[in-house]
């Protein structure tokens, strides 16, 4: 929901959680193929993969600001993103006054690359689905689409985890039924109810 450095104060870190309500979702098996699962050799979550092709779209959430930020990279497997390849909503610039006001009102966004996006370290899940050429192209011409209208970001009305949701949704997938959660929980809770794997003990500490 913002960037990658987290300071702020304690009493900024209470309004934000506020407004965040926990989330429990029950395993369901909603894809006709068994996840793969690499397990990375550092601290990284662990990649989840569903679906078949040679595109992907991998959901991630990462650290930011006081609670995180949800995004979705996408490209062709084996090739490294590039900041064209990711798409999120967060307030516009790196100004962390525009974040607290979009707490109380929408505010101005950004839908692409943000600070901290393509860094493994900061990000804290996961989950990779696998598309045929032609759902890649038809969902890249969704998220543009996406980008271009959604010009306010806001904590209650429309946040990061809403703009994900809104991709996913596009792509047939299942999505937490509140968009008010951790970012961290939001993908997990996603890449759970769409291939039944639970967070791995990496990815699921708050």
């Known amino acids: 929901m ?3 450095f987290t300071s702020l104060s304690a009493w900024l870190l209470g309004l ?15 894809q006709t193929n068994p996840p793969q699962i690499t397990r990375p050799a550092s601290n990284k979550p662990a990649v989840v993969t569903s679906g078949a092709g040679q595109y992907y779209f991998e959901f ?11 995004f979705v990279v996408f490209g062709r497997v084996g090739e490294a993103p590039s900041k064209k390849n990711v798409a999120g909503l967060s ?14 009102v929408p505010v101005p966004s950004d839908t692409g690359w943000t600070d901290g ?25 969704f ?3 996406l980008q271009a209208k959604s010009t306010t970001w806001s904590v209650e009305l ?22 008010w959660i951790y970012p961290k929980v939001f993908v997990s809770n996603m890449r759970k109810i769409n291939t039944g794997h639970p967070p791995t003990s990496s990815s699921a500490r708050m």
């Open 158 to 179: 429309y946040n990061c985890n809403a703009f994900v949701a809104d991709i996913a949704n596009f792509m047939g997938l299942k999505v937490p039924s509140s968009s």
């Open 16 to 30: 934000a959680t506020a407004s965040i309500t926990s989330l429990d979702v029950s395993a369901a098996w909603a």
């Open 143 to 145: 998220i543009r689409q």
């Open 91 to 104: 307030p516009k610039g790196d100004d962390p006054q525009m974040w607290l006001m979009g707490h109380y």
């Open 117 to 141: 996006d393509l860094e493994d370290r900061y990000i804290t899940s996961r989950y990779r689905v696998l598309v045929s050429k032609q759902q890649y192209d038809r969902t890249v011409a």
């Open 60 to 70: 991630r959430s990462r650290q930011a600001w006081d609670y995180g930020h949800t």
């Open 2 to 4: 913002g960037r990658k």
